[in-house]
């Protein structure tokens, strides 16, 4: 297979440079998903020297971004987040929609037709997933154990939240051709499919628990299948399918397990995800955008990590105020997924998406490192 031999190997050598420049990354205090940014931005057409296969890793990336968001939504434990933290029930919804309401406005002030600008405002709204789990696992982090359980359980419940904003704008920003009531009552048949989902795999998967790799096989499987039919049959995007899926199949213990099998799969093909949105960056058209960028960042700030602080004082919850409004405060994946979706259907100009990506990027840096910095303790002033 001698014309398969580059690709592959430009794929290993991606992923070794992924690796590296996520090691140089969080060794000078910056979370890994930077420096798999920063290779993507290296091998992109935009920059010079080597330009790496866009259409190659881009399926790769979905895969991996699908595997990310199916496994996300089996980890959300709604009971759980009721039993523990239950004003979160309330309070990030809320905030879900406020940012996505205050952001949408300033968008479409700014010029963005409104349906795009709603979309847009809940990007804003969005956070990482991925980038919240780096917080709370880290060696640096300074969050103490109640702080990145509402840090956890918040995000979760604003992907919840987002999904379904985000369904009805996605059916009027990006029609597939049908009639919005129409293609809303697909995403409802979806919805029942991921059901009939949650009801048979667990009883497949524990017939096969002690066949690991059927095991394995059928998860993966699954995922990419269900959230493939969202996409295909139904309408959606694939990383909100790939998470109503895994969200249906959240509250089974064989999904559980199936997530923790999933894991290392999922962190390969999700740096893969991440070195894809880098090779999207445009350095010029982030020229061009930089009054997009710090619109986004603004927002971000104004609209989100401020209300999320006010809530969490009012609401009582039992976390760090600063750190979890600072934790929360930067775009995620859906974000991304969303300004995709938006710039496929030509609903987007090029200077608000690279503004839009620009964000993505900034916010993270600026999360992951001043949420550390907010929890370490004032150093005492000698006495005179």
């Keep these: 297979m001698p014309e398969t031999g580059p690709a592959i190997l430009e794929i290993g050598v991606v992923l070794l440079a992924a690796a590296a420049a996520g090691w140089t990354a969080r060794r000078v205090g910056l979370p890994a998903i930077v420096g798999y940014l920063a290779v993507g931005l290296v091998v992109s057409p935009f920059t010079p020297g080597y330009v790496a296969d866009r259409h190659q890793l881009q399926l790769l990336a979905d895969v991996g971004v699908v595997l990310l968001l199916f496994e996300v939504g089996i980890e959300v434990d709604v009971a759980r987040i009721r039993r523990e933290q239950g004003a979160l029930l309330v309070l990030a919804p809320l ?8 952001a949408g406005l300033a968008f479409a002030a700014a010029g963005i037709e409104p349906a795009v600008a709603g979309l847009l405002g809940l990007a804003i709204a969005f956070s990482s997933s991925v980038v919240i789990v780096n917080i709370t696992r880290s060696r640096r982090r300074t969050t103490d154990r109640p702080t990145e359980d509402a840090l956890l359980g918040w995000s979760v419940l604003q992907d919840i939240t987002g999904v379904a904003i985000a369904a009805a704008l ?22 029942a499919l991921a059901v009939v ?4 795999l667990p009883r497949a998967l524990r017939r096969l628990r002690n066949d690991h790799d ?58 893969l995800f991440f070195v894809t949105v880098g090779t999207l960056i445009d350095p ?3 020229g061009t955008g930089l009054g997009w960028l710090a619109l986004a960042i603004g927002l971000v700030i104004v609209a989100k990590v401020v209300p999320i602080m006010l809530l969490a004082r009012v609401g009582r919850v039992h976390a760090r105020p600063v750190q979890l409004g600072i934790g929360l405060g930067q775009l995620g994946e859906f974000s991304f997924v969303l300004a995709s979706v938006a710039l496929a259907a030509g609903r987007l100009d090029t200077p608000v998406y690279a503004g839009i990506l620009g964000a993505v990027v900034v916010t993270i840096v600026l999360s992951t ?16």
């Design 369 to 384: 490192v001043v949420v550390r910095l907010v929890g370490q303790p004032v150093p005492a002033v000698p006495p005179a």
């Design 284 to 286: 010029s058209a982030l």
């Design 214 to 271: 059927l095991f394995l096989i059928v998860s993966v499987a699954v995922g990419l299948a269900v959230a493939g039919i969202g996409s295909v049959v139904f309408g959606m995007p694939l990383a909100l399918a790939a998470f109503v899926a895994g969200l249906a199949l959240g509250e089974s213990h064989d999904a559980s397990e199936a997530r923790r099998r999933l894991l290392p799969f999922r962190d390969v093909f999700a740096v």
């Design 197 to 200: 989902a949650a009801f048979v």
């Design 170 to 191: 996605i059916a009027v920003v990006a029609p597939t051709g049908r009639p919005v009531p129409l293609a809303l009552a697909g995403l409802a048949a979806f919805g």
């Design 95 to 102: 905030q879900t929609v406020l940012t996505t309401a205050v």
